[in-house]
């Protein structure tokens, strides 16, 4: 069986330094990167102009980044829950992976994601990248 990753992007919207991004692209033959726009960052988040026009220049950054590695970055509007399902069937996923994320809302999100995952079939691989150290340990 053929193994392909979604890599998450999140917080981590970086080539370098990203071990969840190394462990995607050794693992598996075809890896679609992904970062999410989810409404709920949108309506519940203090966000002002200049951090959606830093999101949206550092998401360009990171399309021209990958492309250099024939590659681009998928942004996608939804939640996680909505997203995912579709993504899985539609690019036939084996594995997902992400940066572990530690906030209150970011812990349910990640928890639905995961038992979504399980439902399609679809290992999940999460990594502490944007903490000093692994807070669940």
């Not at 906030?103 to 399609?120: C, F, G, H, I, W």
């Not at 079939?121 to 990248?129: A, H, I, P």
Request: hydrophobic share 40%.
């Amino acid at each position: 069986m053929t193994k392909r990753s979604i890599h998450w992007f999140r917080k981590g919207l970086r080539l370098h330094d990203n071990p969840a991004l190394l462990a995607a692209c050794e693992n598996a033959v075809d890896v679609k990167p992904i970062f999410i726009l989810d409404p709920w960052f949108a309506s519940n988040a203090r966000v002002g102009v200049n951090r959606w026009r830093f999101l949206l220049q550092t998401l360009q950054n990171l399309d021209q980044s990958l492309k250099k590695y024939n590659s681009r970055l998928h942004v996608v509007r939804g939640t996680p829950g909505e997203v995912f399902p579709e993504l899985f069937k539609q690019w036939e996923t084996t594995h997902l992976t992400f940066e572990l994320d530690i906030e209150p809302y970011a812990k349910v999100r990640d928890a639905a994601v995961k038992a979504l995952s399980e439902k399609s079939g679809v290992e999940v691989m999460t990594f502490v990248s944007n903490t000093l150290y692994d807070t669940e340990k």
